[in-house]
């Protein structure tokens, strides 16, 4: 088994178009022409109405942060060069998930990201790089200027977390598009709808 990597599957007939792709520094996905939904990982039908109808489509390269975990040890090629890192799962822009692994911004491993407790949270706002031709994720950048909300040091322009600041159902809308940051209490006084 000398040279094979685990960190990406052997590429076949119908996967080189994506991996090709990745190598350019593009995200591909699959999306339905039958039911109209994106998926991932590549297949050569809809998992979600089976139509044959899909095709390829490039993704946006952006995501929010689903779930992740620390891996402090992994012997497997070419991870032991990388321990810590983090693996994750991210939903993507136009709807997917998929399991990746979280880069600071230019580096080639998440071990400074790991090792330094994190510093993630769920719904975190990712975008897609790419290492080896192997798509990972880092935190998006902060817009210049963006607003701090209140109790909430670490929003600065992406979707607070916070729990008493994040919307929910319970409480709150968005009254400035899809930014997340800025909430309206609406209706007030409401604890459940």
Not at 131 to 157: I, K
């Amino acid at each position: 088994m000398t040279g094979h990597r685990f960190d990406r599957p052997e590429v076949d007939a119908f996967t080189r178009t994506y991996w090709d792709a990745a190598a350019e520094g593009r995200l591909l996905i699959r999306r339905c022409g039958a039911c109209g939904r994106a998926h991932h990982y590549p297949r050569e039908f809809c998992p979600h109405c089976w139509s044959e109808d899909v095709t390829w489509e490039t993704a946006s390269g952006r995501a929010t942060l689903y779930t992740w975990s620390v891996v402090h040890r992994n012997d497997l090629p070419p991870f032991p060069d990388r321990v810590p890192y983090v693996a994750a799962v991210v939903e993507l822009a136009e709807g997917p998930r998929m399991m990746t692994e979280i880069v600071e911004a230019g580096e080639s491993s998440s071990a400074a990201l790991a090792s330094g407790g994190a510093g993630l949270s769920g719904g975190a706002e990712l975008v897609v790089a790419f290492r080896e031709g192997v798509p990972v994720f880092t935190r998006a950048p902060e817009p210049p200027g963006a607003p701090v909300l209140p109790g909430c040091r670490r929003s600065r322009g992406r979707r607070c977390n916070h729990p008493l600041l994040a919307p929910s159902s319970a409480h709150g809308r968005p009254v400035s598009g899809n930014h997340g940051f800025e909430w309206d209490p609406w209706p007030p006084y409401v604890t459940s709808l």
